[in-house]
DNA sequence: ACCAAACTGCGGCATAAGCAACAAAAATCA
DNA sequence: TGATTTTTGTTGCTTATGCCGCAGTTTGGT
């Protein structure tokens, strides 16, 4: 398999048809550098035909990988793999409900922490939006990117590079955040049951815990989708946010847990 | 709208109308939520011909603000690298040469410090086909992305994010590099010049410099189009460097300088 | 009121992309 | 080796988009 790679860079100019997978790598690859690519030029590039192309785009659409536009693509969300049991382009709807409402809660001024994940991508998107000059310290490369032409001034944390999540993770990560404190921090989470939210990768968790003990608000990113779910690594207790930002009023045990806490709810309304 | 007010001034005599402006700032803001608009939507969204939609298009494209695409555009703003943009579609081949015999030159279990920078991310590219398993310290968002993929592991510098060259700058990143010592480290440049290569932004010399410090051996990757430039801050002389990775052969004072200085010579040839 | 400049819309034509069905080539497996 | 499945290419057609020029309209100034 390396080898066959190894040949075909070898071979140049003469480039042998690449197998299906690599060739849908490298348009996975391409789409984290530019947000948006040609059927012609990628069929140009790998010699095959726009047919072959356009299959290709199919298959990573149908995978949530891609957006598919006339002519191209985009990539979705900006470099997120869905995990195994998240597909990016469900719940994009709420998800930008809940990140409109998210960044609105930013002030002119203030430093805040974000998350990675694509509920906060949405925050970010929206903040840039919206033009609110203040500080931003976060381990997503998206955000960062989303962010950076904007009026907000982005630091980037340190970190060994997750490119499943497109972010940073790591002691380094961790060591870096310490040394902050903000107004406001911005956490997401695979999961959010009665006891709090949980994460799916354990090196998030540490992350997470990282940006909320460091930070004046604490608030909570996330859809109703995730009510009830436990993740590997629980991230803290509900004592430990000061808000939650969701598209749907919680019930039940989880509703009832977050009063007792004294969790203020926001819910994310349509419009 | 700072653009806006820049182009009326710009303008002088010829006002541009409210609605006009007032459009073209709405789809700069779509953008920013969105990676991707089409013209048809945008059109009927503003109760507008897709004709008009499209001069809008052509305005903010030739300004820099958007990136144009078959039936849309796509926003300038994620991931496209605007002081990258003008020599992208010049010297490709030469820099994929380039990257390619520079990624050669690593080899299993090695550490590596990599640039940002053009001519750095095809190294990235050709070390991510390789396969080489190593271990990269990088300030470039595009080298990460790229390598993240793959056998490398990749660890991000902290700093503040520079959207124009998607990397990330400044005393975090330089503190941060000072910890480290690699094997190798690869080094773009703007110019260069019999004195030493050079960079046009201060902040990236001063993490270059951080990276020849901690790297055994030191490679300077350049095409032949930056010979006899000068930028705006010096890197380092050229006995900085002990290899230097080009796509033609220097000559003149730049190879008496080269030679002088012991610095070895890789001329990446077509292949 | 008139003019000049700019903005917008419409039509025609060229090009690119989407789609579907079938054929060809390649990979897989018994 | 031969058959089956997968992948890719080709053809023909439809639709969408891009581009150019012209004309109608608006806007701002004299």
Redesign the interface.
Known sequence: M?DD??K???A??ARPRLKKAERR?QI??EL?????V?ISDLAERFNVSTETVRRDFDALSTDGLI?R????A??AT??HYPGLDERANDRVRER?RIGRMAASLVREGETVMIDSGSTTIQAA??L??L?TRCTVITNS?PV???????AP???????????AE?A?VGT?TVE?LSRFNVDRCMIGASGLAAEGPSETVRGFAAVKRIMLRHAGKRHLLIDARKFGRKGLARIGDMTDFDSIVVDTRPQGELLEALAEAGVHISVAEQG
Chains 1, 2 share one sequence.
């Open positions: 390396v790679m190894v075909q860079i070898e140049g100019s790598r996975l690859l984290k550098l530019r947000p948006h040609r957006d536009a006339h002519g191209g985009s990539a900006q470099g930008e998107r929206s840039a939006y033009g490369i960062a990117m989303t962010l950076g032409h904007g001034q982005v630091i980037l944390c340190p970190g060994e590079y997750l490119s497109s940073v380094d870096f």
